[in-house]
């Protein structure tokens, strides 16, 4: 079982869709969680650190769930320029960010 | 400031031949790290550095050996290349433990024929 799970995708939603993203985790004493974007053939960006309590960074809110062990991401109001690969990053103890496979999604005019 | 900058960006190599990647950050960042990313594997850590000096093993080090002889610079090898090696390497930086968000370089995208 991979550390970092994710549903691959491809997600295709019209523009001004709402969409989520469920990430699950297996190590239960994972300290920090994170979305980092990645458009094609480029280098991962940070796009937000989860929160225990929920955070939202304008149209993008994360969330987790420890008893669960998942992180969401949800998107509202879909922009053509939110198409990327999202990847669910948790981060242990050692220093290392571990990464999910990434989920891909394609935003349609 | 360049952030993170890595070279050669791409580069084509025959099967038992050798290459150094060469990553570089301006930040003045502690933590150094090499992952490679293959389709539907998300990205794998080679090889991380914690300071000047260190060097430590990730997920997947077989075949690849690294050095961080400057805080700056840290130089990801391939001393004999393999098919499997084809991948894209991305370098990143960490400016010190618990900063957690990691920097990453452009991506070297490297086939081994």
């Known amino acids: 079982r991979k550390e970092v799970e994710q549903d691959p995708g491809p997600f295709n939603v019209p523009e001004g869709a709402t969409v989520a993203f469920n990430c699950t985790y297996s190590?239960?004493?994972?300290?920090?969680f994170f979305w980092y974007r990645q458009d094609c053939r480029k280098e991962p960006k940070l796009l937000m650190s989860?929160?225990?309590s929920g955070n939202e960074d304008g149209r993008f809110t994360a969330q987790l769930n420890r008893a669960s062990q998942y992180i969401s991401l949800l998107i509202r109001d879909s922009k053509l320029s939110d198409s990327a690969t999202y990847l669910c990053?948790?981060?242990?103890?050692?220093?290392?960010?571990?990464f999910g496979g990434g989920t891909r999604l394609m935003v349609k005019p | 400031n360049a952030g993170v900058t890595q070279t050669p960006k791409f580069r084509v190599l025959k099967t038992g031949q050798s290459m150094t990647l060469l990553c570089a950050q301006d930040?003045?960042?502690?933590?150094m790290y090499w992952y490679r990313q293959d389709p539907g594997m998300g990205l794998r850590l080679i090889h991380y550095?914690?300071?000047?000096?260190?060097?430590a093993k990730g997920e997947v080090p077989d075949g690849y050996n690294v050095s961080r002889l400057k805080k700056q610079n840290f130089l990801l090898g391939l001393e004999s290349a393999a098919p499997s090696q084809t991948s894209v390497y991305f370098c990143?930086?960490?400016?010190?433990?618990?900063?957690?968000?990691?920097?990453f370089g452009p991506g070297t995208r490297l086939t081994v024929l």
């Open positions: 990053v948790v981060f242990n103890a050692g220093n290392m960010l571990t």
């Open positions: 190590n239960s004493a994972s300290q920090s």
């Open positions: 989860v929160y225990s």
């Open positions: 930040m003045n960042h502690e933590y």
């Open positions: 550095s914690v300071g000047e000096g260190t060097t």
């Open positions: 990143a930086s960490m400016r010190s433990a618990g900063e957690n968000e990691q920097f």
